[in-house]
């Protein structure tokens, strides 16, 4: 049987801080969503390779950067600059003034 995705209301875009994230528990998945300073939204694992929270992590553009182990993190595609590891990330949209995340 085919896995079906589900797409999560997470509430109002404007409620979303420009530039920072916000935490996002869902079951047993612990997720960090970023509302990017150009308006687009990011949603990444909240845990970098090492078991730290990433919800906290700077910002610039496209990347965030791990407080607790300085190390830089694609928030497209979850890589880990300085290395080979990669953090998952999720599908996020918003429509009509909300903003969805997908988890298939």
């Given amino acids: 049987m085919p896995v079906q995705a589900v797409k999560i209301n997470l509430g109002r875009a404007r409620d979303f801080t420009k530039g920072t994230g916000t935490k996002v528990d869902l079951l047993k998945l612990s997720i960090a ?32 950067f791990c407080e607790y182990h300085d190390c830089e993190i694609h928030l497209s595609n979850g890589k880990v600059e300085a ?17 969805y995340l997908t988890l298939e």
Wanted: with cysteine; net charge negative.
């Fill in 33 to 64: 969503v970023f509302h990017l300073s150009d308006g687009t939204f990011r949603a990444i694992h909240n845990r970098c390779p090492r078991g730290e929270e990433l919800v906290n992590g700077v910002v610039l553009e496209e990347y965030l």
């Fill in 83 to 99: 290395g080979n590891e990669v953090v998952e990330t999720f599908l996020v949209e918003v429509d009509e003034g909300f903003v």
